[in-house]
């Protein structure tokens, strides 16, 4: 007797017990049922109580003693009907509310968020977060300012930090101020896994474009950064550098 299969159309190891105690015993008394189905007293009760809603248990009363019998089993395949019937049921009500569901599963992607990082620990907790949300192949572009790559500190920062990026393979694109391009090219090194170029422009921040974010990385006594999730305003960013690096120079 395959007992998996009374266990996937939705009986407890219990019921199926006290079904097949009943099987064999015929019309009974909760102690026969009991001692044949080797269960708690305690639960006999709620599993005889689960058996008759599901149609697989009958009852009587004989000189003020109940006894209890088992459903022919054919029942068990009207029980099934019955289930799959209100599956059915259910599939219909799901259908209707799947619209409201995407709906908001939409505002809450589309949900707007901002943060501020400060210190050199919010530096290394933002770009983890940077590294974390890319996976290998995947690519983040970035508007960056000389004289903040020029601080000693944050040029071995960064050196530690591409090597993490390059290891996991996630691509760069850079955009520098044109004036620094001397300077810039022979101070640093190209990392892999990254294009440069540069253009006439003077930027107020340094800036990161991933995922729905965009960074605004402030370089000073205090380093901060604000990190903003919406994925309308990184859009616009991502435009606006991809626009800028057609146009900027190698």
Known sequence: MNIKLLEKIGLTSSEIK?????????????????????????????????????????????????YFSAAEPQNLLDYVKIKKKELEQQEEEIEKIIPELQLQHKMGE?????????????IKSAFNLLLSS??????????????????????RFFLNYH???????????????KRFKSATLKKFPKYPLSERRFIDLNLPTGIFIFKDYVMHFIWSANPTIFLIKSKQNNLRYLQFFHDLWKKAEK
């Not at 995947?138 to 040029?155: C, I, P, R």
């Open 18 to 66: 006290v079904y097949f105690a009943l099987m064999k015993l015929g019309s009974s008394s909760t102690g026969k049922i009991i001692s044949e189905a080797k269960i708690n007293h305690s639960k006999i009760y709620l599993v005889l109580q689960k058996l008759k809603d599901k149609g697989l248990v009958s009852e009587v009363i004989k000189n003020k003693t109940k």
């Open 110 to 122: 589309e949900r707007q968020e901002a943060s501020v990082y400060s210190g050199y620990e919010g």
């Open 134 to 155: 890319l996976n290998a192949k995947e690519e983040y572009f970035v508007f960056t300012l000389y004289e903040e790559a020029n601080s000693e500190q944050l040029h």
């Open 163 to 177: 090597q993490k990026r390059i290891a996991k393979g996630i691509k760069v694109k850079l955009l520098t101020m």
